[in-house]
T-cell receptor, first 114, second 117 residues
């Protein structure tokens, strides 16, 4: 059974810092990996999706990397802003069937202090 | 595009009552919808996979008779929590896969906060 772990559980940084969020998964046979953002009491916003054949994806100040063989992914946030404060979730998609089921990590709660 | 809505956004009910939550894909057709549950400070846990016109597939440990799922059309799936109890209080989130596109992207709804008194 796939297990996804995110470290740290919570992180607080001053505005402007670059930071890295970590995600690890136990079964490397994944289809893709996604990073999501969740604001308190809200749904999920997809940030980046990395296919299993890719090593990284970039969007603006965000860069996500994937090392499938070691079961790790990182989300790099450059020049953090208070508006980046949220919980960041990573999720891996399994190969099973046509409906790719997502297994989520428990998230990293990020606070960017002004 | 690819907007998913949920209704209601929050609901408070008495123990023993049933609550229906709707998940709609507003601008696309979804052959598959997923229902997740999220307890405070925890991650999303998949409850069931709902395919249009067929029975839902439930994850291990999820009672299908308690959490009734109906995916009657390509734009609507409903989750009914029957005889709700306080331990069912949670944040319920649905997601939808777009029909016809060779993509595995799931579009998530904004969630429904259920509080059972």
């Amino acid at each position: 059974k796939q297990e996804v772990t995110q470290i740290p559980a919570a992180l607080s940084v001053p505005e402007g810092e670059n930071l890295v969020l970590n995600c690890s998964f136990t079964d490397s046979a994944i289809y893709n990996l996604q990073w999501f953002r969740q604001d308190p009491g809200k749904g999920l916003t997809s940030l980046l999706l990395i296919q299993s054949s890719q090593r990284e994806q970039t969007s603006g100040r965000l860069n996500a990397s994937l090392d499938k063989s070691s079961g790790r992914s990182t989300l790099y946030i450059a020049a953090s802003q208070p508006g980046d404060s949220a919980t960041y979730l990573c999720a891996v998609a399994a190969f099973s069937g046509s409906a790719r089921q997502l297994t989520f990590g428990s998230g990293t709660q990020l606070t960017v202090l002004p | 595009g690819a907007v998913v809505s949920q209704h209601p956004s929050w609901v408070i009910c008495k123990s023993g009552t049933s609550v229906k939550i709707e998940c709609r894909s507003l601008d696309f057709q979804a052959t598959t919808m997923f229902w997740y549950r999220q307890f405070p400070k925890q991650s999303l846990m998949l409850m069931a996979t709902s395919n249009e016109g067929s029975k839902a597939t439930y994850e291990q440990g999820v009672e299908k008779d308690k959490f009734l799922i109906n995916h009657a059309s390509l734009t609507l799936s409903t989750l009914t929590v029957t005889s709700a109890h306080p331990e069912d209080s949670s944040f319920y989130i649905c997601s939808a896969k777009r029909q016809g596109l060779n993509t595995d992207t799931q579009y998530f709804g904004p969630g429904t906060r259920l509080t059972v008194l």
